[in-house]
């Protein structure tokens, strides 16, 4: 069993940026992939980015560039680097594990998930 807790998240100004942590505990989290997804209203959930445990990413097309995706194994913990944030981006923000193989080509959208995150909410406004 896996917990994962999302933090980091805040109102930030356009242009702006902001990074937002999932810490997880109660199993081996390095052999887990992590994706970051988000949910706006009105707006199908969206995943944004994903990492392997060979540390391989890949990005949605609305982000790449801007946001950059991490992780730690010695502190259990994965990240999402925010960049010149734009009011679009403003979501929930929810990581997830999944023990499934990342290989060239995984759509990060298409990746099972096996646990999720409460969530941590960005609103990118002026």
């Known amino acids: 069993q896996l917990q994962l807790v999302e933090s980091g998240g805040g109102l930030v100004q356009p242009g702006g940026s902001l990074r937002l942590s999932c810490a997880a505990s109660?199993?081996?989290?390095?052999?887990?992939?992590i994706t970051w997804f988000r949910h706006a209203p009105g707006k199908k959930r969206e995943g944004v980015s994903c990492?392997?445990?060979?540390?391989?990413?890949n990005y949605a097309q609305s982000v790449r560039g801007r946001f950059i995706i991490s992780r730690d194994n010695a502190k259990k913990t994965a990240y999402l680097q925010m960049n010149s944030l734009e009011p679009e981006d403003t979501a929930v923000y929810s990581c997830?594990?999944?023990?499934?193989?990342?290989?060239?080509?995984?759509?990060?959208?298409?990746?099972?998930?096996?646990?999720w995150g409460r969530g941590t909410l960005v609103t990118v406004s002026s």
């Open positions: 109660g199993s081996t989290f390095q052999f887990y992939t």
């Open positions: 997830a594990a999944a023990l499934t193989p990342f290989r060239p080509g995984t759509v990060c959208d298409e990746l099972p998930v096996d646990y």
């Open positions: 990492i392997s445990t060979k540390n391989s990413t």
